[in-house]
Structures are given as structure tokens and as C-alpha cells.
């Protein structure tokens, strides 16, 4: 049973060092996951960044253009010169952030492609205002081509723009379901570890507690009688020996009775050992019903007891305490009609007559002997008060 337990106990310790490992696995999957979100969210924020900045670029070189044909005047070709110096470096940005994006090419072909049409034609008017003066420039500017080609990116950049704002909502709500999931996971295992472990520690538990039940009896059954559940001459020595190492206090009197039963074997001989054990049981139960509950009362082995009696108070109680055992067992009626049975009783006290456990068992054997030997007295004087014949 003790290397089952321990298996059991094992098992407790697999589980728990299961769920520890779970919880770590989906503790790095989270830690693993959301590192990812912050990357895709990040370069997205940042292809957005590039997208705005490519079309801001582009307006100011619209903006440029328009203030040059109107004025003349170079000065307010300043931003175009700025926008033209920034243009590359945007449409590299772009490049870079998308090259791990190939199913968004042709969106971002388009892009490019219009962004270098709007520069082309910028340059085209830009030049026909210093050559050909205003009028020839507004005409240009008229026919609505750079127009379209501007609406046009930013129809362009703003689709694009809902594309990364979708990836990154996107990306939130798997982070969040990741989270779901690994939440429930954990419960789930969590709920069964802690299902299992319970039920290992109750079967571990119920066979502590059956061991400890079965080494309770055994216990009990090394210091008891198995028939009729006294103490046996073990406990009853034990009992002696710690009664009497110490020392009476004074004033203080130790009694031990031993009871033979008369007429037993005729009991036994007759009716057969099943109405010998009943009969043993019951001069048992009627000895129990005149002690007192600190008395000791034992079995000893076959028909003989022994009585225990801790703080006798006169020497006058001896002989009423003997007077009591020999009616009680006077009053059982025999089976089946067969002779009456008696005790013969001996009585050593401590530390009147002896000095040791020993000598109180051996003197206590001697008188019973002496009382089988002689007449029955009927008030029970048995003992140091008795003449023994």
C-alpha cells in the first residue's frame, strides 16, 4: 500500500510540474504573440507614416507649381525645390516598408507610378510658365490632367492607408482572441490538473487513512483481547509498570484482583468452545459493569482475569470490591442448564504487601490459587484479610 501512495504522490508532483510547464508554454506564446502585434502594428504605423509623407510631399509640390505659374517669381518655388530633394528618400521609405508586402505590388506600382507622373507634370508647367509666360501655363493647368493624376494618389494613398489601419485592427483582435484562447487553455488545464490532483490526494488520503486505520487495529488488537475486547496481559503489565515506577503518593493504595472462573471447563467440555466464548464474553460484560471507568480489567489467557484498580481508599473497600466480582458472576445464568459457574479471586495490594509490578502479579496468582483451594467465602474475604486454610 506505502509504494502506491507514493505513486500517487508522484503523480501529484507530475501534475503540478505539468501545469507549471503549460502555464510557462502559453506564457512565451503570449510573450511570443504580442511581441509580434508591437512588430506588424509598428510597421504599419510606419508605412502610414511614409504614405502621408509621400502625399504631403506631392502637395507641396502642387503647391509650389500653382504659386510659380500665378507670381512668376522663383521664391515661391521653395517648397517645390524642398519637395522634389524629399521625394526620393519618401519613395525609398516606401520601397523598404513594403517589400515584405508582394500581394500589396501592384497597389504600391500604381502609387509610384502616379507619383512620377505628378512630378513630371509639375516640371511641364513649371517650364512652359518660364518660356511660354502665364497664359500658356494656365492653359495646362486648365485641361485638368495634374488634377486628376492628384486625386487620384491620393484616392490611391488613402486606400492603401485603410489597407494598414485594417492590418493593425486586424492584428489587435488576434492578440486578443491569442489572449482568449491561451486564457481558456490554462483553465482548461488547470481545471483538470487540479480535477486529478484531487482525486490522487483523496485515494492517497483514503489509504493513509486505511493504513493508519489498520496499524490502529493492529495496535489495538497486540494490546487487547480479540474475544471480549479487554486488555490483554501485555497492555496489563504495561499498565503495572507505569502505575507503580513511580511511587504511590501518600496514602495512596494500588489493588490487583485475579479471577479464575469454577466450573468453566465443565461449560466448555459440555456445550462445546462457541458457548465457552459466549459465556467468557458475558462474565466480560458483567466485570466491565461493576469497575470503574479508570480501573483496568484484563484478560489474561483461557477463564482467567485480572482486575486493575488504581486508588483503593480503605482496606474494608477490598473485601466489597471482591463481594461485587463474585456476585456478578454468580448472577449469569449458565446455558442450556449446565452447572453454575464462580470466580476464584486473589487480591495483592500496593504498596501494603509488595514493592514491584512482579511481585504484585505473582502474590495476587498465589492468593486466587489459595481461594481455589480453600471454601468460598460469601462475603469474598479474600487477601491479606483472609485466613487462607
Not at 33 to 48: K, M
Not at 211 to 218: K, M, P, T, V, Y
Request: hydrophobic share 45%; net charge neutral; with cysteine.
Amino acid at each position: 500500500m506505502m509504494w502506491r501512495t507514493d505513486m500517487k504522490w508522484a503523480g501529484v508532483m507530475v501534475l503540478l510540474t505539468a501545469l507549471v510547464i503549460g502555464a510557462l508554454v502559453l506564457s512565451y506564446r503570449e510573450q511570443a504573440e504580442g511581441d509580434l502585434r508591437v512588430q506588424a502594428r509598428d510597421a504599419s504605423e510606419q508605412r502610414i507614416s511614409s504614405l502621408k509623407t509621400l502625399l504631403s510631399i506631392m502637395q507641396d509640390i502642387e503647391s509650389g507649381q500653382r504659386g510659380f505659374v500665378i507670381t512668376g517669381l522663383d521664391e515661391y518655388l521653395e517648397p517645390y525645390d524642398a519637395a522634389l530633394l524629399r521625394l526620393a528618400g519618401a519613395i525609398g521609405s516606401l520601397r523598404q516598408g513594403y517589400a515584405g508586402q508582394p500581394h500589396l505590388r501592384l497597389e504600391m506600382a500604381a502609387i509610384y507610378r502616379l507619383a512620377d507622373q505628378k512630378k513630371e507634370r509639375a516640371a511641364s508647367v513649371i517650364a512652359v510658365r518660364r518660356t511660354q509666360g502665364f497664359e500658356a501655363a494656365r492653359e495646362m493647368m486648365l485641361d485638368r490632367v495634374g488634377k486628376r493624376i492628384m486625386d487620384a494618389l491620393r484616392s490611391e494613398i488613402a486606400f492603401m492607408t485603410s489597407i494598414e489601419h485594417t492590418h493593425v485592427l486586424k492584428s489587435e483582435q488576434d492578440y486578443a482572441a491569442t489572449l482568449i484562447q491561451s486564457r481558456r487553455a490554462f483553465l482548461f488545464l488547470s481545471a483538470v490538473t487540479f480535477v486529478s490532483m484531487g482525486i490522487l490526494l483523496w485515494l492517497a488520503a483514503r489509504e493513509m487513512r486505511a493504513s493508519q486505520q489498520a496499524n490502529a487495529r493492529l495496535s489495538y488488537l497486540a494490546d487487547h483481547d480479540p474475544l471480549t475486547g479487554l486488555a490483554n496481559r501485555r497492555f496489563l503489565h504495561g499498565t503495572l509498570e507505569q502505575a507503580l515506577s513511580a511511587g504511590p503518593l501518600p496514602g495512596q493504595r494500588h489493588g490487583l484482583f485475579i479471577l479464575d472462573l469454577d466450573g468453566f471447563k465443565a461449560v466448555n467440555d459440555q456445550l462445546g468452545h462457541e458457548a465457552g466464548d459466549r459465556l467468557l464474553v458475558e462474565v466480560a460484560d458483567r466485570l466491565k459493569a461493576v469497575t470503574r471507568a479508570s480501573d483496568v480489567l484484563a484478560r489474561l489467557g483461557g477463564d482467567e482475569f485480572a482486575l486493575f484498580m488504581p486508588d483503593l481508599s480503605f482496606q474494608s473497600e477490598d473485601q466489597e470490591i471482591t463481594a461485587r466480582l463474585r456476585c456478578a458472576i454468580a448472577l449469569i445464568d449458565p446455558p442450556h442448564h449446565a452447572a453454575r459457574i464462580s470466580a476464584s479471586i486473589g487480591l495483592a495490594v500496593f504498596p501494603d504487601e509488595v514493592r514491584s509490578s512482579s511481585e504484585l502479579l505473582r502474590l495476587a496468582d498465589e492468593r486466587m490459587y489459595q481461594d481455589k483451594r480453600g471454601a468460598k467465602n460469601p462475603l469474598g474475604q479474600t487477601g491479606p484479610q483472609r485466613a487462607v486454610s
